[in-house]
């Protein structure tokens, strides 16, 4: 008997836990608001008590490139889950260019992340252009560089050792 593919509507609904392997405080998204073959947009609440919070409670701009590859995190889990696997762990590699349209994003802002696939290859490189929004206001984008190597291990202890 074989287990039944989960639809879009049932693998979205899953707690953000359950998609991407962040925990605790480096948990930053709250939850998948829609999902596509190359598109996805996530949800984060800016927590005015966080490790990251300044004395106003504000995130600082520049964790929004975190914010970004956890929905790209999000993104690549879900489109291997969608087919019954689990996505390979990944890095990211880097942006040529992370533009953050204010200094922070306030207390409490309820952010809305959209990620666009550009590039997906099979040997695991990517890249996806990616937006940050307070309402109607984009307060950051970029395009982000990922890479999910095929033995995860290896490439880090070859990081390491070189």
Known sequence: MTTPTPTVQQLMQQPI????????????????????EATLSARATVDVHAWYADADGAMPAWIGIELMAQ?????????AMRGGGRARPGVLLGSRSYKALQPAFGG???LLIHVTELLRSEE????????IHDGDVCCAEAVIKIFQPSDFQSFIEGSFSS
Do not use: K, S
């Not at 998609?19 to 930053?28: C, D, E, Q, Y």
């Not at 695991?124 to 937006?131: F, K, L, S, V």
């Open 17 to 36: 836990e359950a998609i991407i392997p962040h925990r605790g405080t480096m948990l930053l998204i709250d939850a998948v608001d829609t999902f596509g």
């Open 71 to 79: 929905a790209i995190a999000a993104h690549v889990a879900l489109l």
């Open 108 to 110: 409490g802002a309820r």
């Open 124 to 131: 695991g490189h990517g890249a996806y252009e990616c937006t």
